[in-house]
T-cell receptor, first 116, second 112 residues
Framework: AQTVTQSQPEMSVQEAETVTLSCTYD???????LFWYKQPPSRQMILVIR??????QNATENRFSVNFQKAAKSFSLKISDSQLGDAAMYFC?????????????FGKGTHLIIQP | NAGVTQTPKFRILKIGQSMTLQCAQD?????MYWYRQDPGMGLKLIYY???????DKGEVPNGYNVSRSTTEDFPLRLELAAPSQTSVYFC???????????FGNGTRLTVT
C-alpha cells in the first residue's frame, strides 16, 4: 500500500517570507499523481497544486510551487511571499494513475502558522 | 452550481444510535468518495463508488454502509454509533479518475 509522510507537524513563518513544507511518499508504481490540499479553520478542503508523475517540470500556481523529486519520492511545497491567509493545515496526497478509481492517500498534515 | 453538498454540518449521537450522513453532487460525477478525518490526522477513505449501483470498501469501512442508487446521491450509514466514530466526515466527487477531488464542507460527528 502507498504511504504519504509529512514529517513536519507544524511550521511557522514570518509574513512575506518563504516556507517549504516537506512530503515523501512510498510507491512502487510509475504512474501516479500528487496533490497539495489546504484546509483552513473553516475545514474546507482546497486544492493548492497538482503534479503528474510523468511530467518532469515542477508545477507552479502563482506563489505556490513544488519541488518534485521522483527518484527520491519527494514532493515539497514552497510558498513564496507568505500571507496571513495562507495559515492552514496543508495535506500532501497521492493517487495511483492508470485509470483506477481508488481515492487519494493523505499524509497527516502540516499546520502552517503565519507570524505577522 | 452547488457542487458537493453534505448534511448535516454537525451532529451529536449517543452510543448505539444510528444515522445517515447525506451527500449530494450536482456535477454529474460518476466517482464519489467518503473520507473521515480524525484530530491531527489526514483523511482516510471509508467507501467509494464508481457509479450508480456500484460501491467498494476503502481503508476503514468497518461500522459503515453506503448505497448509490442515483448518480447524484451517496449516503453514508452508521448503524450502531461508537465513540471511535467521532470524526469529521468528508464526501468528495470527480468526473474523471485523474481529476482533483471536489470536496463537500464536511460533517462533524460526535458520539458520546
Amino acid at each position: 500500500a502507498q504511504t504519504v509522510t509529512q514529517s513536519q507537524p507544524e511550521m511557522s513563518v514570518q509574513e512575506a517570507e518563504t516556507v517549504t513544507l516537506s512530503c515523501t511518499y512510498d510507491t512502487s508504481e510509475s504512474d501516479y499523481y500528487l496533490f497539495w490540499y489546504k484546509q483552513p479553520p473553516s475545514r474546507q478542503m482546497i486544492l493548492v497544486i497538482r503534479q503528474e508523475a510523468y511530467k518532469q517540470q515542477n508545477a507552479t500556481e502563482n506563489r505556490f510551487s513544488v519541488n518534485f523529486q521522483k527518484a527520491a519520492k519527494s514532493f515539497s511545497l514552497k510558498i513564496s511571499d507568505s500571507q496571513l491567509g495562507d495559515a492552514a493545515m496543508y495535506f500532501c496526497a497521492y493517487r495511483l494513475g492508470g485509470g483506477g478509481a481508488d481515492g487519494l492517500t493523505f499524509g497527516k498534515g502540516t499546520h502552517l502558522i503565519i507570524q505577522p | 452550481n452547488a457542487g458537493v453538498t453534505q448534511t448535516p454540518k454537525f451532529r451529536i449521537l449517543k452510543i448505539g444510535q444510528s444515522m445517515t450522513l447525506q451527500c449530494a453532487q450536482d456535477m454529474n460525477h460518476n466517482y464519489m468518495y467518503w473520507y473521515r478525518q480524525d484530530p491531527g490526522m489526514g483523511l482516510k477513505l471509508i467507501y467509494y463508488s464508481v457509479g450508480a449501483g456500484i460501491t467498494d470498501k476503502g481503508e476503514v469501512p468497518n461500522g459503515y454502509n453506503v448505497s448509490r442508487s442515483t448518480t447524484e446521491d451517496f449516503p453514508l450509514r452508521l448503524e450502531l454509533a461508537a465513540p471511535s466514530q467521532t470524526s469529521v466526515y468528508f464526501c468528495a466527487s470527480i468526473d474523471r479518475v485523474n481529476s482533483p477531488l471536489h470536496f463537500g464542507n464536511g460533517t462533524r460527528l460526535t458520539v458520546t
